[in-house]
């Protein structure tokens, strides 16, 4: 197995309900009603990421539609493979009780990012360019306070900060893997 590239990471974590909806899609398709109530968006939010997911190549709309048990949206084979990892993302999750709504955008890069070795947030910064500073600060904070990351100060002069996968967010490194 092997984790996935940062730029799938990136790309999954871009829009907030990407990976929820790949989950609700993986295996059989749904219906647009059906996404709607298990993720639980409005109609215009779930329409736009729809169109975002149609547009990177991750999913699209069943040709055959039409009959009532037939799904309207299907995955491509490469929206297969990243549902598998977006259902163990959810998973995770779920058993670690954190909120859809308590993962920002920056939380699954920034635990690739650690995984892969990088521990300094000079380090992380430049891993991740599309962030800010400020953006890479607020996440660390808040997934350190959510148990995913071990905030390390070593002394010396002047004191150095380590940032470290905790077990939780080593569970999230694992849930990254492509089978």
């Known amino acids: 197995m092997s984790i996935l590239p940062l730029s799938t990471v ?77 259902s163990s993302v959810i998973k995770t999750q779920h058993r670690l009780e954190i909120p859809v709504q308590d993962m920002t955008r920056w939380t699954l890069p920034l635990v690739h990012v650690l995984a892969a070795g990088r521990n300094r947030f000079s380090a992380i910064e430049r891993a991740l360019p599309e962030a800010s500073p400020r953006a890479v600060s607020l996440s660390l904070k808040t997934t350190t306070a959510q148990r995913l990351v071990k905030r390390k100060v070593l002394d010396g002069f002047p004191p150095t900060t380590e940032y470290l996968l905790a077990k939780n967010g080593e569970y999230f490194a694992e849930a990254l893997e492509m089978s």
């Open 10 to 86: 990136l790309a999954l974590s871009r829009y907030r309900w990407t990976i929820a909806i790949l989950a609700v899609l993986s295996g059989k398709g749904a219906r647009f009603v059906e996404i709607l109530n298990r993720v639980g968006l409005s109609r215009d939010s779930l329409s736009r990421a729809l169109e975002q997911l149609i547009e990177a190549g991750w999913v699209i709309r069943n040709p055959g539609h039409g009959h009532p048990l037939r799904p309207e949206y299907l995955l491509t084979e490469s929206g297969e493979a990243l549902a598998r990892v977006a």
